[in-house]
């Protein structure tokens, strides 16, 4: 009776709280969507219809690499997204690399096409790109070399392989004719290859494309924020109070378990309508800029709220100090957002923090919605989540407890 009493007090603290609190949490919204509007619209990973410009140092006289370079600069399909442009020498590219003029650099060595021509394979092409993220060029420049250098060594092996059976069967004169004919087809095929498959866009991330990404993230990010605007909510909470009820009849458990049905209503409507009001402003400003419905973002919002809120439960539970929790949540759920992909898509970090950000609470809530609303496969991010979730309301349980009972000691 008295934990039922309890948690009606909760809910209508809650409810007086949430009257005043849900204007803050919209404008708590706006903020970070004209953020996110801004960085994509102005940043510095706007597109800008610029190509990426790769230098290329070494010497590049030779017939053969000249042509090349030539064919990939006027038919090649990567003449649209590269510009490949001639250095005097490694030092000068370098220089242009550091200054920020050149995404990246190639460094071609002596006696490269010979090594290719005669099938040694012992001089190799350096190619410098940025450790730190790499970002759309450095993404590129990657799948460009693998791709180069798996069309290489597969043209040799055709054209060594041909050139063998030749020899073995008596064709020597038609040699040269023949090994003519088969390197023309074989750059035929190559040019192109962009004809061999269709293309499908599958977005920036995770299957969604770069507004639906980043209005994702931005909710997440907003939701796991909410315990700034619910602070008051845990405001003045004394263990004297926690004692007593105790003493009721309401034990720990009875008492998190009210607060945290409590606190989950408020986070719900505070996350609900800014998520709606904001998703009626983009059909009505820019119409079609979203693809992803309310009726599917609303449900799959559902665990991340509990998620959240088990997370600001613990946090609020071990730093019992109004500032220094606001303080420490904001820090720990900007960092924990970054790394998981709020801001940049993981694929820019490097794979051990990609990984890192992929196994946090909030690298799971990301996972997880994006999931939902590109129907597909959501199981395994909705395990990490519901673990996450019993682990912290089970911490904070027994932090409750051992404060509790250390004070009646």
Not at 9 to 31: S, Y
Not at 84 to 97: H, P, V
Not at 207 to 222: C, K, P, Q
Request: charged residues 20%; neutral net charge; aromatic residues 12%.
């Amino acid at each position: 009776m008295i934990g039922r009493r309890y948690l009606r007090l909760q809910l209508k603290r809650i409810i007086r709280l949430a009257v005043g609190i849900i204007p803050t949490a919209i404008l708590l919204f706006a903020c970070l969507a004209i953020a996110a509007v801004l960085y994509l619209n102005y940043g510095p990973n706007a597109d800008k219809c610029e190509k990426i410009k790769i230098g290329i140092a070494g010497d590049t006289q030779d017939s053969y690499l000249g042509m090349g370079i030539l064919a990939i600069q006027s038919f090649d399909d990567t003449r649209y997204l590269v510009d490949f442009i001639e250095m005097d020498s490694s030092k000068k590219a370098q220089e242009a690399f550091l200054n920020g003029e050149i995404a990246g650099y190639l460094v071609i060595p002596d006696g490269f096409i010979d090594s290719v021509v005669y099938g040694r394979n012992d001089e190799k092409i350096t190619y410098v790109v940025s450790k730190e993220q790499k970002g759309l060029a450095g993404m590129l420049m990657d799948d460009l070399s693998k791709i180069a250098e798996a069309l290489i060594i597969c043209s040799q092996n055709a054209v060594y392989g041909m050139q063998e059976i030749l020899i073995e069967n008596g064709g020597e004169e038609n040699y040269n004719n023949y090994t003519n004919e088969l390197n023309l087809k074989l750059i035929d095929q190559v040019l192109s290859r962009t004809q061999l498959a269709e293309v499908k866009i599958l977005g920036i991330s995770l299957g969604l494309g770069t507004m639906d990404y980043y209005f994702v993230a931005v909710s997440l990010l907003f939701c796991f924020l909410l315990g700034i605007c619910g602070a008051p909510f845990f405001w003045n909470r004394r263990n004297d109070l926690g004692m007593l009820l105790r003493q009721r009849g309401v034990r720990s458990f009875s008492q998190i378990f009210s607060e945290y049905i409590a606190y989950i209503l408020f986070l719900l409507i505070a996350t609900y309508i800014p998520i709606i009001v904001s998703k009626r402003i983009f059909e009505i400003f820019f119409p079609r800029v979203l693809t992803i419905s309310v009726g599917d973002l609303l449900p799959a919002m559902l665990p991340v709220v509990l998620l959240a809120g088990a997370f600001h439960f613990l946090l609020f539970e071990i730093v019992q100090q109004t500032i220094s929790s606001i303080l420490v949540q904001s820090v720990l759920v900007t960092a924990m957002g970054y790394l998981s992909g709020f801001m940049f898509p993981a694929y820019f970090f490097p794979e051990r923090l990609a990984e890192i950000g992929r196994k946090l609470p909030t690298g799971c809530a990301l996972r997880y919605v994006s999931d939902s609303v590109s129907k597909t496969d959501r199981f395994a991010p909705m395990i990490g989540m519901v673990c996450y979730t019993i682990l912290f309301l089970g911490m904070t349980l027994i932090i409750r407890k051992r404060r509790l009972c250390g004070d009646e000691r």
